[in-house]
Nanobody, 127 residues
Framework: QVRLVESGGGLVQAGGSLRLSCAAS????????MGWFRQAPGKEREFVAA????????YYADSVKGRFTISRDNAKNTLYLEMNTLKPEDTAVYYC????????????????????WGKGTLVTVSS
């Protein structure tokens, strides 16, 4: 059974930092694109960041560009999201996501190409 398990969420003050992790199990994702999405209260889930299979290409939503960094460790089958200069509007449940297509593009993952979802971790940024 494939599982994506997020960790690292919590409460942080505006301007602070958090690092999210996503541990994958049940299969290897070393040949697959992965990413992060988020859903704020009362809003639809939105794309945050994606990374290709090798880690050599990344893609970010404009709202987080320059503040968030996505990375991966294929040896550990783990995805990360480093979040800096956090703002209250970053408050949301953050979901780890992965595509099933080998060597899929970041754009594809960001636009409907997710086949696996984690259950999410809550990030709350206080003002």
């Amino acid at each position: 059974q494939v599982r994506l398990v997020e960790s690292g969420g919590g409460l942080v003050q505006a301007g602070g930092s958090l690092r999210l992790s996503c541990a994958a199990s049940g299969r290897s994702f070393r040949s697959n694109g992965m990413g992060w999405f988020r859903q704020a209260p009362g809003k639809e889930r939105e794309f945050v960041a994606a990374i290709n299979w090798s880690g050599g290409s990344t893609y970010y939503a404009d709202s987080v560009k320059g503040r968030f960094t996505i990375s991966r460790d294929n040896a550990k089958n783990t995805l990360y999201l480093e979040m800096n200069t956090l703002k209250p509007e970053d408050t949301a449940v953050y979901y780890c996501a992965a595509g099933d297509a080998a060597y899929g593009s970041n754009w594809s993952l960001a636009h409907g190409g997710v086949d696996y979802w984690g259950k999410g971790t809550l990030v709350t940024v206080s003002s």
